[in-house]
Every structure is written in structure tokens, then in C-alpha cells.
């Protein structure tokens, strides 16, 4: 099972295409609604037979609220005893300091930075509230980990904008020592268009150069069983569960705050119809994507949330999603003959 818990909703960056906008909340998790969630996450797994939990620490900037963190992880690791418990956090790494370090050294499977690529296209994207950029720190701090031996993801959002730069934002991030780079495309981008894919085709190709100079290095975007994996029904409300920092219970990250895929929260229970609903919906087919030959493989027939936030539909293709598995297949033909 997964569970995803936003410790914070506070954010010391501003980055320019955050989904949470510029008026989010600042608001912590309480200790009191930590215990609650505790108690959700552990009576969750006892109706569950899977050998391993996940748990992802979320935000806002979830190192905000760092003894939160510790607390959960302790009492967590304490009541769920009979099975293995992976941590996994999304951070945009500006405030890791030594404590920090020594804790995910210790108690973190993986850990993702936030990291756009260049100097310039980050600092362009990532800021602090002045509006200065983060990319200085945000290496330097990747670098620390990475000496400790931690394995760290390095989580790059690109869109129609940076698109074109994004072999050497990839090369620029490998160049700096990150052995596995994760380019996001940003799915809320209402500026994506064929020329976009074309664009993003043509970097596609160019990056797979750098895998000759660094043979060692993971890119997502490069992994034939990443582009080829069949996708399957959703399974947020059944397996899987994000909790705000007030106890709302959501299907995942995406919807968090859509008051209309509300699931409950950790006080007073879930809607069982509303799962039921849901379920439903995860289980019917996008007519419009009927006959697609990646019908099997793409995000937009498996996860119908992120469909309804970008397109207002359930069934409603996301047009970046239908763009990028067109390039994935012509990625999956040049790497079959490499």
C-alpha cells in the first residue's frame, strides 16, 4: 500500500508553474492529526496482505516541518512491526542541512529533488520568494546526499517553454554527479502543440548520446521498461491514499484540495460510495482513446483524475499524454536498434 502525507503546506519557494498556485496555504500538520493518520495508516494495513508499505512525506516543503517527520517515521516504524516500511520524500532541496542528511542516510529509501536543469532554466522556474534563484544550493545540497551514498532522484519538470533545452538540462544535471534523472513532463501546460512534440522527439534523440559518456546513469525517459510498462486500472482510494495537513483523505497527490474527489478524512471515515464511484470510473474504458495502439501503456487511460484536472472530463485524453507516447514509440524503435 502507498500513502502519501502532506506534513506542510508551506513553501519557501515561488516556482513559477506550481499546480498549488501563489495563495497556498502555510498551514503544518498537527501532531494530533499525524496520530489520526497514523491510526488510518495502520488499521489500512491490517486489512491489507502486501509485504511492504509505502510512505512519501510531501508538501509544500515537507522539510518544513522536520520533527514532524522524525515523529511519524519513529511512531510508524514502532506499530507497523510486521512488514517493511519504505520512505520515500519530495523535497526541493534548499534546506538540507546536516541532521537532515543523517536522517535520510538512515531512515529514507529514495529521495527526489526538484531540479530543472541548467543554471538558467532552473533559476528561471525555482525561486525563493525574493525571486532569487535556488540551482546553487539545490546542487550542493544533491551532492552531499550523493556522497553519503544516498540515492537520490533527480525530478525535472520541463514544458512547452524549456522543452527545447532539455537535452541540456539532462546533461547539465548528469554532468553534476545525479545517477538517475526523472524529466516530468508538466501536464497542466495549456501550451503544449504538435510543434512542442516535435521539438521534444528531437531531444529524445540527441539524449541518448549522453548515455555513451555516462553508461551508469538512469534517465526515465531512456527506459524501455518505463515506456513500455501497460498501466492498468488506478488504484487510488483502494491501494493507495493521500492525507492533507487537516486529515482530508484523497485517491493521490493530483486531486489533493478537489473537494469533489474528497474521499473523507481521518476523523470521522471514508465514503464508501465515493470509493465505489470512483472504482467505477477507473474501470471504464476513454472511447476516445479506443483503437490507440498504447491504449495499454498510457497515463491518460489509466489515471482519469489527472484527466479530469487538466481537461475537465474523466475520458478526455490529456494532449501532452497523447503526444508523448507518440515519441515513446519512436524512442522504443531507436533504442531497439542501438
Known amino acids: 500500500m502507498k500513502f502519501t502525507i502532506f506534513v506542510t503546506e508551506d513553501c519557501n519557494l515561488r516556482c513559477t508553474y506550481c499546480y498549488e498556485g501563489n495563495d497556498k496555504k502555510k498551514e503544518n500538520m498537527s501532531y494530533e492529526t499525524a496520530d489520526k493518520t497514523i491510526n488510518f495508516i495502520c488499521n489500512k494495513e491490517l486489512e491489507s496482505d502486501s509485504d511492504y508499505t509505502t510512505i512519501v512525506l510531501h508538501g509544500g516543503e515537507p522539510f518544513i516541518n522536520f520533527d514532524l517527520i522524525k515523529y511519524i517515521h519513529k511512531e510508524l516504524v514502532d506499530r507497523v512491526n510486521d512488514k517493511e516500511i519504505l520512505f520515500d520524500i519530495t523535497t526541493n532541496g534548499t534546506i538540507i542541512n546536516d541532521e537532515v542528511i543523517e536522517f535520510i542516510a538512515k531512515n529514507v529509501k529514495n529521495i527526489s529533488i526538484s531540479i530543472d536543469g541548467t543554471k538558467n532554466i532552473h533559476d528561471t522556474n525555482r525561486i525563493y520568494a525574493n525571486g532569487v534563484g535556488t540551482y546553487e544550493k539545490v546542487i550542493e545540497n544533491g551532492k552531499r546526499l550523493i556522497e553519503k551514498g544516498i540515492y537520490v532522484r533527480a525530478r525535472m519538470t520541463y514544458n512547452s517553454n524549456t522543452v527545447k533545452y532539455l537535452y541540456e538540462s539532462v546533461y547539465d ?32 534523440s540527441k539524449i541518448m548520446d549522453i548515455k555513451k559518456n555516462y553508461p551508469d546513469i538512469d534517465i526515465s525517459i531512456l527506459d524501455k521498461q518505463f515506456i513500455n510498462k501497460k498501466k492498468g486500472d488506478c488504484f487510488g482510494g483502494i491501494n493507495s491514499y493521500a492525507i492533507d495537513v487537516r486529515g482530508d483523505v484523497y485517491p493521490c497527490t493530483v486531486c489533493v484540495g478537489e473537494q469533489d474527489i474528497l474521499l473523507g478524512n481521518i476523523y470521522d471515515g471514508l465514503d464508501d460510495k465515493k470509493i465505489k464511484s470512483l472504482i467505477k470510473i477507473y474501470t471504464s474504458k476513454n472511447e476516445e482513446c479506443d483503437g490507440c495502439t498504447r491504449f ?9 483524475l489527472i484527466n479530469k484536472k487538466v481537461t475537465g472530463r474523466f475520458y478526455t485524453p490529456v494532449p501532452i499524454y497523447c503526444g508523448l507516447e507518440r515519441v515513446y514509440v519512436e524512442t522504443t524503435k531507436k533504442l531497439c536498434s542501438l
Open 173 to 204: 544535471i548528469a554532468k553534476q554527479g545525479f545517477k538517475n534523472i526523472a524529466p516530468i513532463s508538466d501536464f497542466m501546460d495549456k501550451n503544449w502543440d504538435d510543434s512542442h512534440i516535435k521539438i521534444l522527439n528531437e531531444q529524445i
Open 296 to 304: 495499454d501503456y498510457c497515463m491518460s487511460t489509466r489515471c482519469k
